[in-house]
Structure formats: structure tokens, C-alpha cells
T-cell receptor
Framework: NAGVMQNPRHLVRRRGQEARLRCSPM?????VYWYRQLPEEGLKFMVY????????ESGMPKERFSAEFPKEGPSILRIQQVVRGDSAAYFC???????????FGSGTRLTVV | TQLLEQSPQFLSIQEGENLTVYCNSS?????LQWYRQEPGEGPVLLVT?????EVKKLKRLTFQFGDARKDSSLHITAAQPGDTGLYLC?????????FGKGTHLIIQP
């Protein structure tokens, strides 16, 4: 009964490259949430998806960032043309229902050099 | 925007001592959750409180939801080094689930 699986655990990208972060939710969970964490800012909500639909993307920058949760396969957070300020830990969480507690993955630590 | 203030930001105490950390807001939440996060890992859900005044116990941890559902506290009795971590509260409201910045707790042996 695997938990939320995120990969890669660590990702290094040069400025201007693309970063693709993957998240497989817990079995039976159809609600996926992406958060970004910086030491001085805490966990910041980015986007909430349910299979094939973006429910709330109010926390995600409108440029360069996109997210998807296809019918088959993991949820993907995509960052195009990365900049140094994108360096952070990105966490994915899932829940069986929107009001339930979240199960978090171990995160992807993105470093932009 | 719903904001959650956690205090203290940092706390370092000796093994065996008791401690309380706080989570406060001016907003009302339908429920409040506490998570613990260890370095290099994601947060792990400890408890969800729903009813104003509700008290939940998890071994040496006692969680309380304020009567007005705007604040919460976490009390740890006889702290142990294994309790070390970042404790996050998260309130569910109109804006979804909002996290505080956390209390960094270190229990020294």
C-alpha cells in the first residue's frame, strides 16, 4: 500500500531549462494538491486537481507553470524556462475526498543553477 | 486571505519537559489539522479537529480546537528526542487548506 510517490527526489536544472515533477497519488485518491515550500515562507498552495480537471490554480503563477492530472498516469507539475527563484521543495499531496486530511509525498527538491 | 500564525517559531527544550505550541487566526475554520514534518520528508498528518472546544489525544500529544474554531494548541507531555520536527497547523476554510509557517521543535537528550 504505497503512499504518495514523487519523483525525482532531487532535480537540478540550468536557468532556462524545463523541470517536470511527477506525483502518483495514493491508491483510491483522486484529489491531488501541489505545494511549494521555502524555509522562510512555509508551505504555499499552488494547484488542486481532480482526474483530468484543474479545480483551483489560484496559487500557481500564470506564466511558465502548468499542471495536469491525466486519466492514466501521474500528475505532472511543469515549470518552463526555470529561474533561480524557482528553487524550492515541491510537495504533492492526495486525499480520497476534498475535505479529508492529506497524505504528502517526500517532495522534489528543485535546484536551479 | 486566511492566515495562520504559529508560535513560537522555534523551541528547544530538554527531554522530559512539557511544552505547548499555538496556532492562531482571525478567521473561522471548519476544521483544523496538525502535521509533523521531518527534514527531507513531507508533512505527516497527526490529527484533525472539527468541533469547537474539541480535545484529541495521541499518546503524549494533546490537541485542542478553540471554542470559536479560530485557534488551536498542541501540548506535548514529557517530550522525547523523537518528537523533534516541524509542527504545522492547517485550517480548512473558504480558501481551501491554509498552512501556518510552523514551529521548529528540538528536543535535546
Amino acid at each position: 500500500n504505497a503512499g504518495v510517490m514523487q519523483n525525482p527526489r532531487h532535480l537540478v536544472r540550468r536557468r532556462g531549462q524545463e523541470a517536470r515533477l511527477r506525483c502518483s497519488p495514493m491508491k483510491g485518491h483522486s484529489h491531488v494538491y501541489w505545494y511549494r515550500q521555502l524555509p522562510e515562507e512555509g508551505l504555499k498552495f499552488m494547484v488542486y486537481l481532480q482526474k483530468e480537471n484543474i479545480i483551483d490554480e489560484s496559487g500557481m503563477p500564470k506564466e511558465r507553470f502548468s499542471a495536469e492530472f491525466p486519466k492514466e498516469g501521474p500528475s505532472i507539475l511543469r515549470i518552463q524556462q526555470v529561474v533561480r527563484g524557482d528553487s524550492a521543495a515541491y510537495f504533492c499531496a492526495s486525499s480520497p475526498l476534498p475535505g479529508d486530511g492529506y497524505t504528502f509525498g517526500s517532495g522534489t527538491r528543485l535546484t536551479v543553477v | 486571505t486566511q492566515l495562520l500564525e504559529q508560535s513560537p517559531q522555534f523551541l528547544s527544550i530538554q527531554e522530559g519537559e512539557n511544552l505547548t505550541v499555538y496556532c492562531n487566526s482571525s478567521s473561522v475554520f471548519s476544521s483544523l489539522q496538525w502535521y509533523r514534518q521531518e527534514p527531507g520528508e513531507g508533512p505527516v498528518l497527526l490529527v484533525t479537529v472539527v468541533t469547537g472546544g474539541e480535545v484529541k489525544k495521541l499518546k503524549r500529544l494533546t490537541f485542542q480546537f478553540g471554542d470559536a474554531r479560530k485557534d488551536s494548541s498542541l501540548h506535548i507531555t514529557a517530550a522525547q528526542p523523537g518528537d523533534t520536527g516541524l509542527y504545522l497547523c492547517a485550517g480548512r476554510g473558504a480558501d481551501g487548506l491554509t498552512f501556518g509557517k510552523g514551529t521548529h521543535l528540538i528536543i535535546q537528550p
